[in-house]
């Protein structure tokens, strides 16, 4: 009974020290080809976008809400990047899980987030994409390759300019 008690031990140390962070429990990994979606904007001109048709391109999946200010503030600091930075060649697509949006609307006014390249999924965090994209540990960023690729996630505008 005692050997069982310490091969528990030593198992419950083994698993932990081999758990991955990457795992499918807090989203895609560098290497992870990004499930692809199909998203409409809220202004006017209402028109749709498919991951796949920039498929040819570098991407920045920027996943954030108004409410939570980390990933705000990281969402107005690499549209910033990208706009100043033209040689970067990225396009940003920017998605809100905020549930009203009178408030998503007003934020990217204020934040000055590019309205054509930026969407909201109203059911928040029970919608489709954020389950998607397993964002179930906090919204985050991935940046994708031409082919569709992952090659780094939770960037800053640093990573952006080495990156390219």
Known sequence: MRYVKWIGVILSIMWFSFVDKDSIFS????GDKAPLFTLSTT????????????KGEYVLLSFWASYDADSRMKNVQLSKTIANVPEANIKMIS???????????????MDQIDPAMSFVETKGEKSSLYRQYRLKKGFRNYLLNPEGIIIAKDVNPHDIVEYL
């Open 27 to 30: 989203g895609y990994g560098v």
């Open 43 to 54: 202004n006017e001109e209402g028109h749709t976008l498919a991951l796949s048709e920039l």
């Open 95 to 109: 998605i809100s899980f905020d549930e009203f949006r009178s408030v998503y609307s007003e934020t990217i006014k």
